[in-house]
């Protein structure tokens, strides 16, 4: 799976929206991108994936450059609630062999 | 209904038992997974099964072994318990290219 950077904190206002950006420059095109997020000590979450086109859904959007070198996970109006640890992980999927490595992550903070 | 469930929350147990943490899933996932989260907050995979087939063992040691009696549970009995033994392991499903769905985790504290 190809290596991801990201940034190891950022900080974002409550209300404003929050641009958590991961670099994958070495991604190959059979790998999706992942987004997950670990809020305090409790189970991973899934937020979003995508493969070549931008994704949304109701937590968040994923913007992936047409290159597919990089990517930006927004959510768009943060809130407290969304104080987390926030991986992007690149991953092909292998069938039943796939599995998902995480990295250290960006640890979100959202202040009043 | 919690959908990946695992019990218990909380393990303390001294060095050298051996113990078990049981997870279970309600969401016909074919794909489990156990990862450990050491205290650095490092997850790292440690197997997975595939209906109730090993698929990947990560160098794991092998007093850790994993059971899958059916589909929806996937056991991890641990002999010998040993203090770096201690983390939070999390179980996790996965159905296809879809996201994974993670248990809410297992403290195990070895004194």
């Known amino acids: 799976d190809a290596k991801t950077t990201q940034p190891p904190s950022m900080d974002c206002a409550e209300g404003r929206a929050a641009n958590l950006p991961c670099n994958h420059s070495?991604?190959?095109?059979?790998?999706?991108v992942y987004w997950y997020r670990q809020i305090h000590s409790q189970g991973p979450q899934y937020i979003i994936h995508?493969?070549?086109n931008n994704e949304t859904n109701e937590m968040a959007s994923l913007i992936i450059t047409e290159d597919r070198k990089s990517s930006t996970l927004i959510l768009p109006h943060a809130t407290l609630r969304d104080t987390a640890v926030y991986y992007c992980?690149?991953?092909?999927?292998?069938?039943?062999?796939?599995?998902?490595?995480f990295g250290t992550g960006t640890r979100l903070q959202v202040t009043l | 209904d919690t959908a990946v469930s695992q019990t218990p929350k909380y393990l303390v147990t001294q060095m050298g038992n051996d113990k078990s943490i049981k997870c279970e899933q309600n969401?016909?996932?074919?794909?489990m997974y156990w990862y450990k989260q050491d205290s650095k907050k490092f997850l790292k995979i440690m197997f997975s099964?595939?209906?109730?087939?090993?698929?990947i063992n990560e160098t794991v040691p092998n007093r850790f072994s994993p059971k899958s009696p059916d589909k929806a549970h996937l056991n991890l009995h641990i002999n010998s318990l040993e203090l770096g033994d201690s983390a939070v392991y999390f179980c996790?499903?996965?159905?296809?290219?879809?996201?994974?769905?993670f248990g809410s985790g297992t403290r195990l504290t070895v004194v």
């Open positions: 996790a499903t996965r159905r296809g290219v879809g996201g994974y769905t």
């Open positions: 070495t991604i190959s095109g059979n790998e999706y």
């Open positions: 995508g493969l070549k």
């Open positions: 992980i690149v991953r092909a999927y292998t069938g039943t062999a796939s599995k998902l490595t």
């Open positions: 969401l016909g996932h074919d794909t």
């Open positions: 099964y595939n209906n109730k087939e090993l698929i």
